[in-house]
């Protein structure tokens, strides 16, 4: 049975490929393994059909046979370990991969998910201007080490894995900030991952423009 993963009707990204239905096409796109798209609006998100697959209204979800799942990083983790190509052989290796999803998720991303909803949500707060230096300054605690650890590495143990899908996934959304042209091997990592034929094809099937923007 093909898979069904439910991506936003209309994305708020307008294409850029951070909606968190991209990592998992791109998941399903490493391993080589076909799967539909149900677009949802905002508001079917909120709806009782929706809610019994995510239970906190979002996307992606995903479906194959009488299994359903949410949360991207769960998805990635299945598709890897249902399928060659995302997690190494080796015991020892396959749990460092996974590890450094982890760390993706829960280390990484969230300094960088404040930072976007300073610079997007809170601007125009009066403490705004003195709270974005500090916020900043978080993400940055991350990425020193990261960048350490990746040194001139091409991905961050060995072969590309879920891990470095799930870690270049969250730093692309660095990139309106700024802050990750100051760490060209981070950059350079985040290129590498771009340049793979598997997430060129998800960031091509990752948004449709509504019909009077489409030339």
């Not at 994305?11 to 968190?20: F, I, K, Q």
């Not at 020892?92 to 996974?98: F, K, N, T, V, Y």
């Not at 009066?126 to 350490?148: C, E, F, I, K």
């Not at 730093?171 to 900030?177: K, T």
């Amino acid at each position: 049975m093909t898979p069904i993963i439910t991506v936003f009707r209309r994305s708020p990204d307008r294409g850029r490929g951070l909606a968190r239905d991209m990592r998992v096409r791109w998941a399903l796109e490493e391993v080589g393994q076909p799967y539909d798209v149900r677009p949802v609006s905002f508001a079917e998100m909120k709806e009782a059909a929706h809610l019994a697959l995510q239970p906190f209204g979002q996307i992606p979800t995903y479906e194959d046979g009488g299994l359903v799942l949410f949360e991207s990083g769960s998805i990635v983790l299945h598709v890897a370990e249902r399928h060659a190509g995302l997690l190494p052989d080796d015991a020892d290796a396959r749990a460092r991969a996974i590890t450094w999803m982890f760390a993706a998720l829960n280390t990484v991303e969230p300094p960088i998910l404040e930072l976007a909803t300073a610079r997007l949500l809170e601007s125009d707060k009066p403490w705004s201007a003195a709270r974005l230096p500090l916020v900043a300054g978080r993400v940055r605690d991350r990425l020193t080490p990261l960048s350490d650890r990746l040194g001139d590495a091409e991905w961050l143990d060995g072969a590309f894995s879920a891990g470095d899908l799930m870690m270049v996934s969250v730093l692309l959304r660095l990139r309106a900030s700024g802050l990750l042209d100051d760490y060209p091997k981070l950059a350079a990592y985040v290129a590498r991952g771009e340049a793979r034929p598997a997430y060129k094809r998800a960031f091509a099937a990752q948004y449709t423009p509504p019909a009077g923007e489409r030339g």
